[in-house]
């Protein structure tokens, strides 16, 4: 990666600064098409699509702009973008262009998985978010009126271009939100590369940390481990639960309060509480949640729930959630920073509400 490509990927993967500007060259080679299809959204569209465009330079290129935001990550939308495809008479000698942050390649990354039973795609992730978590691994869909993400495909993509300078224009709270996946990324899986990130906070943080080599060795690093994981474990059978730390609470606090949080600072506080829970139940080691608040707080991102989400409402979120089974609500929890328990048990544990209820208090 980081210019180079990674040889873990099935995929070439591409971090590196600038290479916004060979989107193009690179799309034409992985994935060479008669058209090349760019969807993005209103926002993401005023700041970098026409760089994009340009690097195509003579090759036919057209564009979907839908509203941005997570609202927008719908059915409806899938049906917008597919009958301007179909009315423009966009055949299956198309590959999609995703220029976005996660709403614009779940949702491009869905069309191209279902456009006449399927077409390649690429990924040019423009939120840390994206970048690091859900460009990788080939999952793509929309929301429903039902939930989430309950409407998908998996469908990989041809590459993945990510140019950290265009961090630049992102919003600071999104950065940080960005950053809870990259902690979450350190805890489950590199000691080292948690260290690091606590270490470069400050630069990644700063005015211009979008240009730092911190900020494109976090993005190549946290590439490397979700990357690996999902490899070895691509229909999520296994291995990949330890991807939803800090998940079960935090999408019930995503759910129960109206989604008024960002997904990252939901994790965070997500992660702090799963911490806790594993500490109360043995399986993770006395003060790994006081390191990882640390870390969190330092980040910017939030470690409490609300204080007017009562508990019970975010319990009663988390029975709701798709990843419950068998009654009992399942944990992926660490045994320490850089390692995650249950190995044994399939990476979860189920945890009684009361306790949940208890740690929330
Ligand atoms: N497929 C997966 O495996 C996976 C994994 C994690 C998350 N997701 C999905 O990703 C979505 C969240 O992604 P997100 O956090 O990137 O949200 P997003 O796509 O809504 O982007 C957040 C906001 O930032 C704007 N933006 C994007 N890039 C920008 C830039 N460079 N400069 C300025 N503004 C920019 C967007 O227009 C939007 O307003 C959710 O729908 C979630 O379900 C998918
Ligand atoms: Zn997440």
């Known amino acids: 990666m980081s210019g180079a490509e990674d040889a873990l990927a099935p995929h070439p993967i591409t971090v590196a600064r600038g290479s916004l500007d060979t989107v193009g060259q690179v799309v034409s080679r992985v994935a060479p098409a008669h058209l090349y299809y760019l969807v993005t959204d209103s926002v993401v569209n005023g700041l970098h699509r026409e760089r994009v465009q340009l690097s195509f330079r003579g090759s036919r290129v057209a564009a979907y702009v839908f509203d941005a935001g997570e609202e927008h990550k719908t059915r409806e939308t899938w ?12 055949g299956r000698d198309t590959t999609i262009v995703a220029l976005g942050g996660g709403v614009v390649g779940d949702l491009a990354g869905f069309v191209a998985a279902t456009y006449m039973r399927g077409i390649p795609f690429v990924q040019v992730p423009t939120t840390l978010l994206a970048m690091i978590d859900a460009s990788i691994g080939g999952k793509t869909g929309v929301d429903t009126p039902a939930g989430k993400n309950l409407v998908g495909a998996f469908h990989q993509p041809s590459a993945v271009i990510a140019d950290p300078e265009v961090l630049a224009t992102l919003p600071p709270a999104q950065l940080r939100s960005g950053l809870a996946e990259a902690i979450k990324h350190g805890v489950i899986a590199d000691t080292a590369y948690f260290g690091r990130i606590v270490d470069h906070l400050p630069a990644l943080l700063s005015a211009n940390g979008a240009s730092t080599d911190e900020m494109t060795q976090l993005i190549v690093d946290s590439v490397r481990i979700k990357t690996s994981i999902v490899q070895r474990d691509e229909r999520e059978s ?30 965070a506080i997500g992660m702090a509480v799963e911490c806790a829970l594993g500490e109360r139940l043995g399986v ?20 409490r729930r609300p204080a007017d989400l009562h508990p019970d ?12 089974r068998h009654g009992a609500v399942e944990y992926a929890l660490p045994s320490r920073i850089g390692a995650m328990a249950a190995e044994a048990q399939g990476w979860t544990l189920p945890v009684a509400d009361d306790l949940v209820l208890d740690v929330l208090a």
């Open 79 to 90: 049906a917008l973008v597919t009958d301007a495809m179909l009315e423009a008479g966009v």
């Open 238 to 267: 296994g291995l990949r639960k330890i991807l939803n730390f800090g998940h079960t609470i935090g999408h019930a606090i995503e759910q129960a309060s109206g989604f008024r949080l960002l997904h990252g600072q939901a994790v």
């Open 313 to 324: 409402r975010i319990v009663a979120a988390t029975r709701s959630d798709k990843k419950s």
């Open 284 to 303: 993770t080691d006395p003060g790994t949640g006081a390191v990882l608040t640390r870390a969190l707080i330092a980040a910017g991102l939030p470690t």
